[in-house]
């Protein structure tokens, strides 16, 4: 009996399970030799990853240091504001992510995934800040919608306040998200993308002082991103407290003062140098810096032909006009090319060769002393003494008070004005002077410029007998303990030699202007205060003859004079003084004067009635 029970393997079926079973084998190795890999070879890059989404890093922002003014009184603060973040390495459809946050932000797709692409060298485990300031009705749609969000986070941060809006918003400067040049130039500093930094005025100038330094958590979250526990807290530390030398008060009068008007304002401390108010019109809101500018808005201001960003009290360079006829008289005098007592005959002009240089009263002053030239300004008492004093010893005297130079002030893009001299003119024209442009010279026209903070620095130097003093705008620097970092003192830049009889004759010229009927700037005295002072009306361009005739709301504002004033009061013991400078604003005595009587009657407390209508003298 055969044992075959009636079936039988061929030889192909033996190939096949042959095959298969090395196959099945093969597959296993396999198996098992990823698995070494993994759990042996990989282990540490993968129980990193594991621990990254279970353990989350949120950085936590540094309040910046708050500002005040020289009394305490707060300028500039913080705010809580709320922010939204990714976490790239949980995204797995940015495009899609994006498109769910632009619709609940109310943003454009497209900012959002340029600050995504910005960043990208940011490690993926870090937040990526993606919105600032978001609304309330926003956040609650983040919230309500977080499931659909994976690795968004909404958190709490500081953002800069202004309680004033555009008070003083050039001195300031504004907030800017860092870029990545800047980013790679303070990698070491801690800085991360996101974060807003300092980009004018002083925000930027005391970045390092007002930043304090970033905190940051270790939270355990769970699979869907939620967080479970805290882990490690490192608390951030705020900025330091910086108090400035302006008088909040003042600042806001002088403000006010400008109305709709372009222009500048500085008000110094005679004694000390410090700046009580800077001014600079048109303004903008530096809050929206802070929270992010949009383009749209960034183009508006650069647009604006009154360039509301520019700080025109230390950029702005304008000709100076009548307020120079005190430098030029203070030469003369020096010089002893003239005395108080020099007189001249203003007849509407003086002749120069084959050119009349005409006086702005056209049938002239008569006979005119110092005295007199300066009340009434008077254009050829300054014309006849400028040729015998000669361009360069009026140059020395201008430059000697502080015009010409960059004075040091602690904000970039200070300019230095323009003081023409012989050896200047030679460098930069390849030509010869000519008495002419110093007969122009003298009354702060042709080529002389001058900065509004350096004028109020001029007219400080007068009414201290000649002491120079750099300006200053930080009064001191604290930490949160109150302990004085950095204080300023007085620093003397330049002391000019002036007799006390020369000063004497020029002040009581400057007195004459404002107390005394017929003075240009009569209109604009205050009851009570003895204040000294120097109209100026620059022109901007040449008119014609006939347009001068013209009321000055009839020209073409552009083509507008420009009008100053320089003022220091009170008289017998000067304390502050004054520059105030209208683009486009056509007389001294009528624009730029009665914002100085504003800006002397909020110092000294002197209630104000309207100051009296004032016919606009052109050239004064």
Known sequence: MSINSGWSVSPGSRRRFLALSLAAMGIFGLLLLRLWYLQLIRVDHYQALSERNRIRYVPISAPRGPIYDRDGELLVENRPAFGVSVLRQEVEDRDRLISHLAAFLGEDPEVLLKRWEGNRRFPKHRPLPIAEDISREALEVIQENSIDLPGVLVDVRPMRSYPYGEMAAHLFGYLGEITEAELQQAEDDGYRPGDFVGKSGLEKRLEPSLRGVAGDRLVEVNVKGKELRQLKT???????????????????????????????????????????????????????????????????????????????????????????????????????????????????????????????????????????????????????????????????????????EPLGFPLEWEKGGLIPTRQWKKKRYNAGWYDGETVIASIGQGYVLATPLQMAVMTAAVASSGTVLKPQVVKRIEDLSGNVLESATPQVLNRVALSEADLKAVRRGLEAVLNEPGGTAWASRLEGLSAAGKTGTSQVVKLKEDRYKEKTEDIEYRFRDHALFVAYAPTEDPQIALCVVVEHGGSGSKAAAPIARSILASYFGIPTEPPEETPAIPGE
């Not at 000709?319 to 003369?332: D, M, R």
């Open 234 to 404: 490192r608390d951030p530390v705020p900025g330091y407290k910086v108090y400035l030398t302006i008088d909040r008060d003042l600042q806001l009068a002088a403000e006010k003062a400008f109305g709709e008007q372009a222009g500048a304002a500085v008000v110094l401390d005679v004694k000390t140098g410090e700046v009580l108010a800077m001014v600079s019109r048109p303004s903008f809101d530096p809050a929206l810096f802070a929270r992010g500018i949009s383009g749209q808005e960034w183009v508006q201001l650069l647009r604006n032909p009154r360039h509301p960003l520019q700080n025109k009290a230390i950029k702005g360079q304008y000709p100076p006009g009548s307020t120079f006829k005190i430098v030029t008289a203070l030469a003369a005098l020096n010089a002893g090319v003239a005395s108080a007592s020099t007189t001249v005959d203003c007849t509407g002009g003086m002749q120069l060769g084959n050119r009349q240089f005409r006086c702005w009263k056209k049938h002239g002053h008569g006979r005119t002393d110092l005295k007199k030239a300066l009340k009434e300004s008077c254009d050829v008492w300054f014309y006849q003494v400028a040729l015998d004093l000669g361009i360069d010893r009026l140059s020395a005297m201008a430059k000697a008070l502080g015009l010409g």
